[in-house]
């Protein structure tokens, strides 16, 4: 038996002086373990020891530096993923999992999913369930992810050394594309929690990432786990809107937010979930709690619905979602919906993308202790309007900062103006920008990305009773700029 405190022990001393290779170890070990055994020590004490595995099978520390590249676009779900579910599949259903009886009920399970969903009706997962839900949204999850941790990286806030616990994990998207987002040398302590069937296919896909990310899955809930300690990320993708209080775990998960650690939600684009997400994350950054008293330790809203202003905060209707590029259509969904099928199991006429989901649209919050925004900015009421005034304004010509949080929302025919929902934090009501003529003076606004924060000159302001709603009017005597992000 390795004498595992040797080994340890060597590591590190060795740590500060050069690359740790298995082999060399092994000559200062009493009992000369083989490398083999030396290098899987090694993995299973690297974050306590700080140390990340190189391709040259030597051991190094963590770097300190944080993560600094974004990723522009998500293509697609890698093949490595793909096919360790098509594995899956396989294995229960068979080589031809996606035609005969097997691939009706697997049509039949993802259209029950996508009606229970829109019905607001509790999922109950079991193997079927878990591997239909794999299929339809393992794509869409993987993407999404990666688009909220740009706002972190933009301002260097995402450690290379990276404790993250992952409440309610669910087949593993957002987990895979936090793994590929990160580079080969960061070191990750990954804990997750999921009660249903669905570990056992998100275990099987975190058989497929790297050494230097280290996992453990809880399967119990997110009410009856006890978490111990900080950490860096605390992330719920698409699971809030399953749970009975949400508002109590995410208080209770935000105390486990290291206090330079930032909480990540991610909610389906629908109006439901994304205005079920936007309160919540007032709930808790305004400091109310549950029961109408006042909380002290309020959490900042770091990204996206940024409050500009100080002391004032947004009780608009909070609908707002991101819109990224689709994903290329992974073949597991393109088999599955190469033929329709009748109750009956017969197949028929080709399929028309019923079972495809590879478009990438979302709804986030990120929050934090720290005091951080990702747009840094405190308007001059000398200078700037405030939306929490709007009604003041109306009939008049403005100068306003506000982020751009939404892409274009105009009804998709050539006769509507283009239309974009605004916001600087203070808003009662729905703020719109609506480009009535565009100019070089105000293409920053069609152009500008979610979350861009833009500055309005001469803009019109004026209310749209239909809507119950501001619509600010962008026309030729309105310039708009853009302001940069930190880099």
């Not at 940024?306 to 979602?321: H, Q």
Request: aromatic fraction near 8%; glycine fraction near 6%; include cysteine.
């Amino acid at each position: 038996m390795v004498d595992r405190a040797a080994v340890v022990s060597n590591a590190k001393y060795l740590r500060n002086v050069r690359p740790i290779d298995p082999e060399e170890i092994c000559e200062y070990v009493t009992s000369q373990p083989h490398p083999a055994v030396v290098r899987q020590v090694l993995r299973e004490e690297a974050v306590a020891l700080g140390l990340v595995e190189r391709e040259d099978g030597t051991f190094v520390p963590v770097s300190d530096r944080q993560v600094d590249t974004p990723v522009d676009v998500v293509e697609e779900l890698p093949d490595t993923y793909a096919d360790a579910l098509d594995d899956l599949l396989m294995e229960r259903y068979g080589y031809e999992w996606a035609t005969g009886d097997s691939g009706d009920q697997l049509r039949r399970t993802i259209r029950r999913l996508k009606d229970d969903y829109y019905q607001r009706r509790e999922v109950e997962y079991d193997a079927d369930v878990a591997l239909g839900y794999a299929i339809y949204h393992l794509p869409d999850f993987y993407a999404a992810v990666q688009y909220v941790l740009n706002d972190l990286v933009s301002k260097r806030l995402l450690p290379r050394n990276l404790r993250v616990f992952d409440v309610g994990a669910g087949v593993g998207g957002p987990a895979l594309g936090l793994h590929d987002y990160l580079p080969d040398d960061a070191l990750v302590d990954y804990h997750a929690v999921e009660p249903s069937a669905a570990t056992e296919v998100f275990e099987a896909l975190l058989d497929e990432t790297g050494t230097n990310f280290h996992t453990t899955v809880h399967g119990t809930t997110a009410e009856a786990f006890a978490p111990e300690g900080e950490y860096d990320i605390v992330l719920f993708a698409n699971v809030l809107n399953e749970l009975e209080d949400p508002e109590a775990v995410l208080r209770r998960y935000l105390d486990h937010v290291a206090a330079d650690g930032s909480l990540l939600a991610l909610a389906p684009a629908d109006r439901n979930t994304s205005i079920g997400l936007r309160g919540l994350e007032r709930a808790v950054a305004d400091g109310v709690s549950a029961d109408g008293g006042a909380q002290d330790d309020r959490p900042t809203v770091y990204s996206p619905t940024v409050r500009l202003w100080p002391d004032e905060t947004p009780t608009d209707r909070g609908w707002s979602f991101d819109v990224r590029p689709d994903v290329a259509v992974p073949e597991f969904q393109r088999r599955l919906d190469a033929t329709r099928s009748d109750d009956a199991g017969e197949d028929s006429e080709p399929a028309d993308g019923e079972f495809v989901n590879v478009d990438v649209q979302f709804s986030y919050s990120v929050l934090r202790h720290d005091d951080e925004r990702l747009l840094d900015v405190t308007p001059s009421p000398n200078i700037y309007a405030k939306m929490a005034d709007m009604d003041a304004h109306v009939s008049n010509r403005i100068d306003l900062l506000a982020a751009k949080l939404s892409h274009d929302l105009s009804p998709d025919d050539r006769s509507s103006n283009p239309l974009f929902k605004i916001s600087d934090g203070s808003e009662d009501d729905d703020n719109y920008a609506v480009l009535v003529r565009e100019t070089a003076g105000n293409a920053d606004l069609p152009t500008a990305d979610y979350g861009d924060l833009l500055a309005f000159d001469g803009v019109l302001a004026l209310w749209n009773d239909d809507e119950d709603a501001y619509n600010l009017v962008v026309d030729e005597e309105t310039v708009v700029d853009r302001i940069p992000k930190p880099v």
